[in-house]
């Protein structure tokens, strides 16, 4: 790509955004697909350096699924150092289980991996089936109304609502009443920024509000971990994802003083965990839950096929189906076109874009069918997904909605995924550790909602189109620029079958 001395590649990208539309609030995430369409023969090599100083660090977006599971899944590198050191540092203090790095790390994932296992999961669904249940009446207030509802508010209360009875075992309510302890962190992801933002920066009151917020939110969650820490040995049944951590922390420091007094230190470093739990597990699960319900509004023959699999696993009957999985939530494992329909929707709508990590001294990547190697040392290593899951060249038909090719069996087959190719979660030893509690969210709620009610984007006809959507992907001033979200919130009615 043309590179200025003093604009770096800046004046390209501007010109790009210019010639393909991008919108104002478009995702940024997308830039680098709109790069791979203007520089074809470029990011063929598999990688592509990018000079955006000071709007963000000098990097090297890696197009090629191969050369990305060499320093995502081979040799998993750590984060990049201004996560943990920049962006995140006011949030959790760069100390949570997406940021630290090393045997603190490993110490984490492998005190929470319990929690978030499928068969602990499983055990919760009892739980998650009461929060989904106000979830399908408030559709059904709308449906009677037949007003128009912004379909991500909904959706981003009752993800919320789920993931509170997941990791805190409390009913937090946020679809029928303001929560202090989410509102308080929404305000502070608001001041969170992933790349140059004056506004944000040079905020005078941006510290002292962040000191704040984290007193805030830290005195809501504090109860909570001590009435865990007094009464988890009580519980019976299912145990929460707090109750498993502070189970592991005993059995591993085998101190079991800690069931009265927990050290403060440990609930400091809890804190900042929940605190990414809560935002990462109902945000982009949100974002995923409405997109879903918009594409089967837009595809009626997918609609169909979900609803058949619902109706052979849960029988006709519409309204026993909440008792039904109650009694054995492994029915939502019999679905796997539900399945299916959640990695096809994160596909095409990635909420994270990728990996960002640190290489070291000496670190190459290696194209696999060139062998040409590119040295990564001291820029930011991006594995650019969302380009890759938008790439004809690895996904035949790229821009239909089609779950059936996650059905497919047959590597001979096109429509059969490339391996290292589909990676919303990301991939290798840091792959999201709650994937598993969004397959399993997901699935419940599409059980209990998909036969009762149609639901069709309601965007103005003069509405602005990007990427050939009306409902493409923006950057939410209200949650930061962490995660992608839907232009509008995502209008939509919702009507009775």
Not at 67 to 89: D, R, T
Not at 94 to 113: C, H, Q, S, V, Y
Not at 243 to 267: C, G, H, K, W
Request: net charge neutral; with cysteine.
């Amino acid at each position: 790509m043309p590179h200025s001395f003093l604009f770096g590649h800046l004046l390209v990208i501007a010109k790009i955004t210019m010639k393909y539309k991008i919108p104002r609030d478009g995702n940024g995430q997308w830039i680098f697909h709109h790069i791979q369409l203007e520089y074809p023969e470029i990011a063929s090599k598999g990688i592509m350096y990018v000079d955006v100083w000071p709007i963000a660090y000098p990097m090297i977006t890696v197009y090629h699924p191969e050369m990305m599971a060499q320093f995502i899944q081979e040799h998993s590198l750590p984060k990049y150092w201004a996560m943990p050191q920049v962006e995140f540092k006011p949030f959790t203090g760069g100390e949570d289980i997406i940021n630290l790095d090393g045997p603190d790390w490993k110490l984490a994932r492998t005190m929470f991996n319990p929690g978030f296992s499928v068969r602990n999961l499983l055990s919760l669904v009892p739980d998650m089936i009461e929060e989904a249940l106000v979830f399908r009446e408030r559709l059904r207030m709308v449906a009677s109304s037949e007003e128009v509802v912004k379909l991500e508010d909904y959706t981003t209360n009752v993800t919320v609502d789920i993931i509170g009875r997941a990791v805190l075992g409390t009913r937090l309510q946020t679809q029928v009443k303001e929560n202090r302890l989410m509102s308080t962190m929404q305000s502070q992801l608001q001041l969170i920024y992933l790349e140059l933002n004056l506004t944000k920066l040079l905020n005078p009151l941006r510290p002292l509000k962040h000191w704040i917020y984290n007193r805030i939110i830290k005195n809501e969650l504090v109860p909570y971990i001590q009435a865990t820490a007094q009464n988890y040995e009580k519980i019976e049944g299912p145990k929460t994802i707090v109750a498993l951590a502070l189970i592991s922390y005993v059995e591993e420091t085998q101190d079991y003083s800690a069931r009265e007094n927990i050290p403060a230190d440990f609930v400091d470093r809890l804190v900042k965990h929940i605190k990414i739990f809560m935002f990462a597990g109902h945000d982009t699960t949100a974002t995923t839950l409405a997109y879903i319900h918009y594409l089967l509004g837009k595809h009626p023959d997918k609609a169909a096929k979900l609803r058949a699999e619902h109706d052979e696993v849960l029988g006709p009957n519409v309204a026993a189906a909440a008792d039904l999985i109650r009694a054995d939530p492994t029915l939502l494992n019999k679905m796997p076109y539900s399945i299916a329909v959640l990695r096809e929707t994160l596909r095409l709508f990635p909420p994270v874009g990728g990996s960002i990590r640190q290489s070291s001294q000496g670190h190459f990547l290696t194209h696999p069918k060139t062998g040409a190697r590119y040295p990564t040392y001291g820029f930011m290593l991006q594995s650019s997904a969302s380009t890759l899951l938008r790439d004809p060249g690895y996904w035949p038909d790229v821009e239909s909605f089609i779950p059936e090719r996650f059905m497919v069996r047959d590597e001979k087959d096109p429509l059969h995924p490339v391996k290292n190719a589909w990676r919303p979660f990301e991939m290798g030893p840091r792959n999201c550790i709650g994937q598993d509690l969004v397959s399993v969210e997901i699935r419940l709620i599409l059980a209990l909602t998909a036969r009762e009610f149609e639901i069709e984007g309601a965007y103005p006809k003069d509405a602005p189109s990007w990427m050939g959507d009306k409902a493409y992907q923006v950057t939410d001033p209200r949650v930061g620029a962490a995660t992608a979200h839907i232009k509008g919130r995502l209008p939509v009615r919702v009507k009775f079958r």
